[in-house]
């Protein structure tokens, strides 16, 4: 009897879809494709405006995409949102723009050569100095309360961005720290068009891409093709079995937190050297767009941050430069967090993420 009414359960016939269940994915679809007509109609009416736009919101997002980076690797290892992530960056842009001034004392168009050490130093003392911070963060401030409830290290971390930004405001005080402007050289690499109405990529912006693409080569052969970053793969996937195969969980955190900090760092060097300006509260506001374009791509997933990044720093500049009915700047932020709302209505695993089930 048990096994008939076993067959009998088998063979009854699955349940549609309810017709409801199609009502938000059809709003998202129609959501994306207002936008891309909005930027097809604007690449039409004026090319060289889109084409330039482009090009400034890939720099934007190449920037962005380092500190975006952080997120998702210690998000992977520790499912951990380190909110003081973007003042670590904060941080290294500070070091850098001290270092900078006063070890370098550079000024207005500096001699290449002086400028390149200049840059080289201080991506090699930002990114140690930020390493060994994030990893101190770790050790002093979430390691003993790995075992609690979620929310605890959450707000910890919250209350850690609030530290850093004391730190910083009472070294540096309440105005940016400035270097001279065009620090960087300015002049024009190619030029599409004819100027005035013309789209030009300049060096400065090129710079941007010059640290940012051998840092994101290097993270991928770290973690691809080395035993930290097959340690950090296996902790990611289970903490468990990968202590029982040998693997020190706690050291493979610190490094991830290492890793996540040097991305910081540079990125910091970054953006001292293309905005000439820092402030204290500089980390706060890029760190929860760069978590916002994480959570776009996928958070735990590394392309997918890159690739939110991406698209955040070119919605930003679109935005803010487009001619054809563009909110314009006062409404990117709004913009920006609003995509972060969306995200996780009608996507929340990200573009790039899976959905997983959640831990009991």
């Known amino acids: 009897m048990v096994a008939d009414a076993r067959a009998e359960t088998i063979r009854l016939p699955r349940h549609h879809r309810p017709w409801t269940s199609y009502i938000v994915p059809a709003i998202g679809l129609t959501l994306v494709g207002l936008v891309v007509a909005w930027l097809v109609v604007n690449a039409v009416k004026d090319w060289t405006t889109f084409v330039q736009l482009t090009l400034t919101g890939t720099t934007r997002g190449a920037l962005y995409g380092l500190v975006a980076l952080g997120y998702t690797l210690v998000y992977g290892i520790l499912e951990l949102i380190n909110f003081a992530h973007g003042d670590v960056f904060m941080i290294g842009g500070m070091i850098a723009a001290t270092f900078a001034l006063d070890v370098f004392d550079l000024g207005v168009n500096p001699a290449l ?196 990044a991406l698209l955040i720093g070119l919605i930003q500049d679109y935005n803010e430069g487009l001619s054809w009915h563009a909110p314009g700047t006062a409404w990117t932020q709004s913009i920006v967090f609003g995509i972060l709302i969306l995200i996780l209505v009608f996507r929340p695993q990200g573009l790039l993420g899976e959905r997983t089930p959640e831990g009991g």
Request: hydrophobic share 55%; proline share 5%.
């Open 113 to 308: 050569g002086i400028l390149v050490l200049a840059i080289l130093a201080s991506l090699a003392v930002c990114m140690f100095g930020c390493g060994i911070l994030n990893a101190s963060i770790e050790r002093v401030a979430y390691r003993p309360l790995r075992s609690a409830p979620r929310l605890v290290p959450l707000i910890t971390a919250i209350g850690m961005s609030f530290i850093l930004q004391d730190v910083a405001l009472i070294w540096k005080g309440s105005l940016p720290v400035q270097l001279p402007p065009q620090t960087l050289p300015h002049g024009d690499i190619f030029t599409l068009g004819t100027c005035p109405k013309c789209a030009t990529y300049r060096w400065d912006q090129f710079f941007v891409l010059m640290v940012d693409i051998p840092v994101l080569i290097l993270l991928v052969w770290l973690v691809q093709y080395t035993r930290r970053g097959k340690a950090m793969r296996a902790t990611a996937q289970d903490k468990d079995a990968a202590a029982m195969m040998g693997i020190d969980v706690n050291r493979t955190i610190s490094f991830t937190f290492l890793v996540a900090g040097a991305l910081a760092g540079a990125a910091g060097v970054i953006f001292a050297y293309f905005t000439t300006s820092v402030g204290f509260t500089s980390g706060f506001t890029l760190g929860l767009i760069a978590f916002t374009a994480a959570v776009l791509g996928g958070i735990g997933n590394l392309p997918g941050a890159v690739l939110g």
